[in-house]
């Protein structure tokens, strides 16, 4: 009989310790299914300022921007898409030769070997046309150069800029943006209208910090921009640890050109 008793409250026993078991493990699912239930809604709904576009690939950065009627960008759109924007038409006569008609005959870009996937040969693709400047974007890529050229539909005249390209107001200059392979960031060119160089610089530049801080220097990156008529390029820089931000100028001051107001980082 004392046998028969200690084997029923050992059973309890081990019944009892499973039912806390199975309890806690179900709070704890619980818990977790919470947690990842709050992380997903907080990322719906982070601000779009918290997300930096420095990984994304140069053209994709800047896509938004070719709407103005000052602009011209290579964005990531199908080629057959944007041959059709051509006022004379374009197309390609063969794999690597690209053909765009103007007012007074017929441009060809035709590209160099090798052909692989590499990048190691040079590459034509056209980009679109804007009709305020009257000229088509062409990307040319090689194994050392993300860029472009300008083809002005009037003249027929081909002029070296980059994949993306922003005018004055009054169509007399324009800034060129392109990049080099391996590079994080962008080279800007100030040219005026017959390619002659105006101005150069990079897209990413060392700002100073607080004399307090552990470092004395930050990286920034400067983006979107624009050109006035007197040369002037205005922009947007944001610095890359401590996040501030702000819009600049790139001004003439004491002889040379630097992004004012001074924003520290």
């Keep these: 009989m004392k046998k028969k008793v200690i084997t029923y409250g050992v059973i309890a026993?081990?019944?009892?310790?499973?039912?806390?078991?199975?309890?806690?493990?179900?709070t704890d699912k619980n818990s977790v299914s919470v947690m990842e239930s709050r992380e997903t809604v907080s990322l719906k709904k982070a601000p779009q300022s918290a997300m930096f576009t420095s990984e994304v690939s140069p053209a994709s950065a800047i896509a938004g921007l070719a709407t103005d009627p000052y602009k011209?960008?290579?964005?990531?759109?199908?080629?057959d898409d944007l041959l059709i924007q051509a006022p004379y038409g374009a197309k390609r006569t063969g794999e690597h030769i690209l053909e765009i008609k103007y007012?007074?005959?017929?441009?060809?870009?035709?590209?160099?070997?090798?052909?692989?996937?590499?990048?190691?040969?040079?590459?034509?693709?056209?980009?679109?046309?804007?009709?305020?400047i009257k000229a088509h974007l062409?990307?040319?890529?090689?194994?050392?150069?993300?860029?472009?050229?300008?083809?002005?539909?009037?003249?027929?005249?081909?002029?070296?800029?980059?994949?993306?390209?922003?005018?004055?107001?009054?169509?007399?200059?324009?800034?060129?943006?392109?990049q080099w392979a391996g590079a994080d960031g962008q080279d800007w060119t100030m040219y005026d209208k017959s390619g002659h160089k105006l101005w150069n610089g990079?897209?990413?530049?060392?700002?100073?910090?607080?004399?307090?801080?552990?470092?004395?220097?930050?990286?920034?990156?400067?983006?979107?921009?624009?050109?006035?008529?007197?040369?002037?390029?205005?922009?947007?820089?944001?610095?890359?640890?401590?996040?501030?931000?702000?819009?600049?100028?790139?001004k003439k001051n004491e002889g040379k050109r630097e992004w004012l107001p001074k924003i520290e980082c």
Aim: one cysteine or more; aromatic letters at 14%; hydrophobic letters at 40%.
């Design 202 to 250: 990079f897209s990413t530049i060392d700002v100073p910090r607080k004399p307090t801080d552990t470092y004395q220097w930050e990286a920034a990156t400067i983006e979107t921009p624009s050109l006035s008529d007197d040369l002037q390029i205005s922009a947007h820089m944001f610095c890359w640890q401590s996040k501030k931000n702000g819009n600049v100028t790139l």
């Design 138 to 178: 062409i990307l040319r890529r090689d194994k050392e150069w993300y860029t472009g050229s300008l083809f002005f539909d009037e003249s027929g005249e081909v002029v070296k800029a980059g994949f993306f390209v922003v005018f004055s107001p009054n169509k007399l200059n324009f800034l060129a943006i392109q």
């Design 72 to 79: 011209l960008s290579c964005e990531e759109k199908p080629e």
């Design 13 to 26: 026993f081990a019944i009892l310790a499973l039912a806390i078991v199975m309890a806690v493990f179900s």
């Design 103 to 132: 007012s007074g005959g017929v441009k060809e870009f035709i590209d160099e070997p090798p052909y692989d996937e590499f990048g190691m040969g040079l590459r034509w693709e056209y980009c679109g046309y804007n009709e305020n």
